[in-house]
């Protein structure tokens, strides 16, 4: 995408938003500011395991085939206590990189509700859940129109070279996940391979659907 043109699209989203409380859903085409959240701040993050994790290396291409910033992306995925998936992103941006990251995007979240914000205290909380806080927070979440697109835009210096960001999260109502890929940006484009919720097929929805009624009976 053009960053000229979805610099200006995000500038007119951002005019209609006021600072809003951590965690907030985005609905589709939406786009929410992040302003970061702790354990303390929301109870709600203790209690969970990662279920799934991987670290991958990224190169990011420009358009001429030209090497413009290398790194590493962290992704988890976390089952909360409520028994419900989470997915936390951290970059870290290579010394050696050409440029600063300016956005990340994730898919495909389609079909799910995605509350996002970033944690400030690692993963605190959260049993295999990592001890390195970042230092860099991303300024707003957008979600596209289709719903599928999650992604975070850093401020005008975005990820510096040799910096590390707070471990991004988007909290959905799924309790499966499948792979999913994240793309990152700035000057050029890396795509990995991650993580992303997944629909249940009808049989699993039955069976979750019977498994919810003898509990309701035995109470």
Sequence with gaps: MNKRVFSIAAACSLAMLASVASAV??????????????????????????????????????????????????????????????????????????????????????????????????????????????????????????????GFTFNSTGVPQGADTYWHVIRTNATLFTSGSTALLNGGIATVQTFAPLVPEPGSLALLGLGALMLRRRK
Excluded: M, W
């Design 25 to 150: 859903t985005i609905a589709p085409g939406g786009a929410v500011l992040t302003n970061g959240t702790s354990l303390g701040a929301d109870p709600s993050f203790n209690n969970g395991t990662v279920i799934a994790s991987n670290a991958t290396p990224f190169i990011g291409i420009d358009s001429f085939s030209n090497v413009k910033f290398t790194g590493v992306l962290y992704a988890n995925v976390v089952r909360e206590s409520s028994g419900l998936l989470s997915f936390y992103y951290q970059i870290h941006n290579d010394i050696t990189s050409l440029d600063a990251l300016e956005r990340f995007t994730n898919q495909d979240f389609t079909g799910f509700t995605t509350d996002v914000d970033y944690r400030t205290d690692a993963q605190t909380g959260i049993t295999g859940g990592s001890a390195l806080v970042g230092t860099v927070g991303s300024r707003f979440a957008t979600r596209n129109s289709t719903a599928a697109v999650v």
